[in-house]
């Protein structure tokens, strides 16, 4: 069975995205957000009608981070920022580490693979489009540092048994 799995990045809230309609190419295609009012928003500038929430999809768990500004936490607690980067076990904030950001994605996409094949399109938020690139090409978790994923992008990941694949488009 082959999953052809488009993600679709949905900004966080109060990010300025560009305001547009989306084109991910999906006409027909089943699809499913996660849980955050910013996966509802992106659905909808996709054009898709209120597709079922998938809770795996929800956004990464900063605890007591959730929302501020990484300027400002850095000037703030610069130690634990300088932690966060380096180790992907940390969790001082209260909530997930990378590491387990990551596991939770691969976790997710192991299961959907199983469940679905054909096409499917995810909305998801940024931080879990990122942690499937990382799992899709099997990279270290640093990597997850090292990439910007611009809001409203579309991710393709494509799924064979056990072998995965990115692919990229123009818009």
């Keep these: 069975m082959t999953l052809r799995l488009r993600l679709l990045a949905a900004p966080a809230i109060g990010v ?8 991910a190419d999906v ?7 996660g849980p955050g009012p910013e996966c509802a928003l992106a659905a909808s500038a996709a054009g898709l009608a209120d597709p079922p929430v998938d809770a795996e999809l929800c956004d990464w768990d900063l605890g007591r981070w959730t929302g501020l500004d990484l300027d ?11 932690a966060w980067l380096d180790d992907e076990t940390f969790d001082g904030h209260g909530g997930e580490s990378l590491a387990v950001l990551i596991e939770r994605t691969r976790g997710w996409l ?10 499917l399109l995810a909305v998801a938020p940024v931080a ?3 942690a499937a690139v ?8 640093q990597a997850f540092w090292r990439m910007d994923v611009e809001p409203l ?6 799924v064979r048994g056990d072998r ?4 990229w488009s123009a818009s």
């Design 110 to 119: 192991d299961s959907t693979a199983a469940r679905h094949s054909g096409r």
């Design 72 to 82: 400002v936490l850095a000037a703030q607690e610069p130690q634990l920022v300088s």
């Design 153 to 158: 992008a579309v991710v393709e990941v494509t």
């Design 164 to 167: 995965r694949a990115l692919r």
């Design 134 to 141: 990382c799992v899709t090409a099997g990279t270290a978790p």
């Design 27 to 33: 006409a027909g295609w089943p699809a499913v957000r």
């Design 16 to 23: 300025a995205a560009r305001p547009r309609r989306v084109n």
């Design 128 to 130: 879990v489009a990122r």
